[in-house]
């Protein structure tokens, strides 16, 4: 059964420093999303992207971060300036549609850790 | 914005007993409703989701019913397993996913 895949699996980072976090959606998805998830809380809605363009972003997806489809399989999230509270374990998600009932398939994530 | 509240936040059962999660929704407008089961370090992993068109739905141990009037939704698991244990997760799909704040359950032997 196909899956999204995530790397690396764990990052660590010096506070400013920039990181790219990779995913590769599932091949027949063309909606992509990023999530967070600060230890110990609940998932966190990131942003939305299709057809290479973002179409909806979280209060938390501020100007550090960027989202970008670099190629045919690839799906990128670039934290430019990371923040002590960037520390999370972010997940990437995809569906095979943008609709309000479809299915998000999510993957192992990253696990980062900002000093 | 549209706002998910979960409960309990822990849940602790005797193998083979019942447990149930609820969850209340805000949006109106929301009409999917997938329930995440959690592993430590792992991915939410979907277990079972229902969709607004229907009240009940069932898959083996686990079913969710669904009151859109009231706005709130659950999660039943009955004869749980010690493998049952995990942080379970609500969450509504309106073209993102708003997750509700995730029930720790532990099924002792």
């Known amino acids: 059964e196909p899956e999204v895949t995530q790397t690396p699996s764990h990052q660590v980072t010096q506070m400013g420093q920039e990181v790219i976090l990779r995913c590769v959606p599932i091949?027949?998805?063309?909606?992509f999303y990023w999530y967070r998830q600060i230890l110990g809380q609940k998932v966190e809605f990131l942003v939305s992207?299709?057809?290479?363009?973002?179409?909806?972003k979280s209060e938390i997806f501020d100007d550090q971060f960027s989202v970008e489809r670099p190629d045919g399989s690839n799906f990128t999230l670039k934290i430019r300036s990371t923040k002590l509270e960037d520390s999370a374990m972010y997940f990437c998600?995809?569906?095979?549609?943008?609709?309000?009932?479809?299915?998000?398939?999510f993957g192992p994530g990253t696990r980062l850790l900002v000093l | 914005g549209e706002n998910v509240e979960q409960h309990p936040s822990t849940l602790s059962v005797q193998e083979g007993d019942s447990a149930v999660i609820k969850c209340t929704y805000s949006d109106s407008a929301s009409n999917y409703f997938p329930w995440y089961k959690q592993e430590l370090g792992k991915r939410p992993q979907l277990i079972i989701d229902?969709?607004?068109?229907?009240g009940e739905k069932k898959d083996q141990r686990i079913a969710v019913t669904l009151n859109k009037t009231a706005k709130h939704f659950s999660l039943h698991i009955t004869e749980t397993q010690p493998e049952d244990s995990a942080v379970y997760f609500c969450?509504?799909?309106?073209?993102?996913?708003?997750f509700g704040t995730g029930t720790r359950l532990q099924v002792f032997p």
């Open positions: 229902i969709r607004s068109n229907v």
């Open positions: 969450a509504t799909n309106t073209d993102k996913l708003i």
């Open positions: 992207f299709y057809n290479n363009e973002i179409s909806e």
């Open positions: 091949s027949n998805h063309l909606y």
């Open positions: 998600a995809s569906s095979e549609a943008f609709a309000d009932q479809e299915t998000q398939y």
